[in-house]
């Protein structure tokens, strides 16, 4: 008798569940596409601070060229404002989640500024993990590759 009782929440329950996951992915997705946002407006705005406290303190950054910087390492150059960047924008990001706790974040960064006087421009594919902490999603990883520059169209 007792197992008859149960059933029908059985059901309620497991009708209830998608509907559960897909708000609580909607919300990941809001805050991890929000934390984009932020993070280029930091670098836009030279504030180092802000990386600083929310990039993962193990955070690291592999570049094209191979090289990589930890979160102190990305600080310290933002803070020398050897590099400055008119335009820092991430576009046509998409999100993977694995499980409830780890989110890929892939898309294009495009960039412009200026670094030791000289003025660039490019786009740079970037996939960017984060796993959910104590205070919600944060950055721990990223790569950026350097995408082709376009050709030039001829008139």
């Known amino acids: 008798m007792r197992l008859y ?15 559960a996951i897909a708000a609580d992915r909607s919300a990941d997705e809001r805050a991890i596409l929000q934390l984009e946002r932020d993070i280029c407006a930091a670098y836009e705005a030279e504030d180092a601070a802000w990386i600083g406290k929310h990039l993962a303190p193990d955070f690291t950054l592999t570049a094209s060229n191979g090289k990589i910087t930890t979160r102190d390492d990305e600080v310290a150059e ?18 993977r989640y694995y499980g409830n706790d780890t989110a890929i974040a892939l898309g294009i960064t495009s960039v412009k500024g200026v670094s030791e006087g000289k003025a660039f421009a490019a786009d740079f594919q970037f996939t960017d993990t984060y ?22 169209t001829k008139p």
């Open 131 to 152: 796993v959910r902490g104590p205070q919600g999603w944060v950055m721990v990883a990223s790569h950026a590759s350097r995408l082709p520059a376009a050709p030039a």
């Open 5 to 19: 009782s149960l059933l029908p929440l059985s059901i309620v329950l497991a009708l209830c569940a998608p509907a």
């Open 78 to 95: 933002l803070a020398k404002g050897v590099t400055t960047y008119e335009v820092f924008r991430n576009h046509g990001t998409r999100l």
